[in-house]
């Protein structure tokens, strides 16, 4: 049975005061099971604080974006090697907001997943379509479109140390929430593309789905077969909710 996994991303949020506040209250929750996992993404600066105040919690924790470059005169970057550095265990690859905000191409963005998997990081892969994709019929087709980008330069072999967050760009910080049939629906497509490569593959792999997640509608979501936790953005802020939706995943 697959664990969840339920990770908080901060976005450009945070100070070492608030941060504080929150990570002290999710050290102390005993988040952590053989049943789910936990992991925060702050902003690049809050790394050491991160490895300072969850301690032996249990609690991961990675970056928002990475470079795609090992080094060099690549100002304003920061490499998977520095990352590693600092303790993360994973980074977010592929993000909607890095896409559509700083263009990041499909191409871009399999080699920013090679880059965090050389320094031995897992990649949380994000793909998702917009409202207008979606109101088109081309959810699966885009979504499906986006992970072969990156099995074209990675492998399928790479996906074994790899996990997905399935996020409809429509879901994400607007108040709607894909239905749990809607992200099962996708979720269930995205294994049975990975099958199509690796059976085994697809079936260890998590699938996360990250869309305007909250206490209210986690535990349904969470019920679904193919959906292995989630990706969490605004409730990720607020401890208490984001303890809540840990709960949930258990």
Request: charged share 15%; glycine share 10%.
């Amino acid at each position: 049975m697959r664990r969840k996994l339920v990770a908080g991303n901060w976005k450009m949020h945070g100070s070492l005061a608030e941060n504080q506040t929150r990570l002290t209250a999710l050290a102390g929750a005993n988040l952590v099971s053989e049943q789910v996992q936990v992991a925060v993404f702050p902003t690049y600066p809050y790394l050491g604080q991160c490895r300072s105040v969850l301690g032996d919690s249990g609690i991961e924790f990675g970056a928002q974006n990475v470079s795609e470059y090992a080094m060099g005169a690549y100002t304003g970057e920061v490499s998977a090697e520095m990352q590693k550095d600092f303790g993360c265990s994973q980074v977010i690859i592929g993000h909607s907001e890095r896409r559509a905000i700083y263009g990041e191409s499909d191409q871009v963005i399999a080699q920013k997943f090679v880059a965090a998997q050389s320094a031995y990081l897992v990649p949380v892969l994000c793909v998702g379509e917009t409202l207008e994709q979606r109101e088109q019929g081309e959810t699966q087709t885009v979504v499906a479109e986006q992970i072969e980008a990156v099995i074209a330069v990675a492998g399928i072999e790479a996906f074994a140390s790899a996990i997905i967050a399935y996020e409809p760009v429509w879901a994400i910080g607007t108040g709607k929430t894909a239905t749990p049939e809607q992200a099962q629906e996708v979720h269930q497509a995205i294994r049975q593309q990975l099958a199509a490569h690796n059976e085994q593959i697809a079936g260890k792999i998590q699938i996360l789905y990250g869309g305007s997640v909250k206490p209210d509608n986690a535990a349904e979501i969470f019920a679904q077969p193919d959906v292995d936790g989630a990706l969490v953005g605004g409730a990720s802020l607020a401890a208490e909710d984001f303890i809540q939706i840990c709960q949930a995943a258990g």
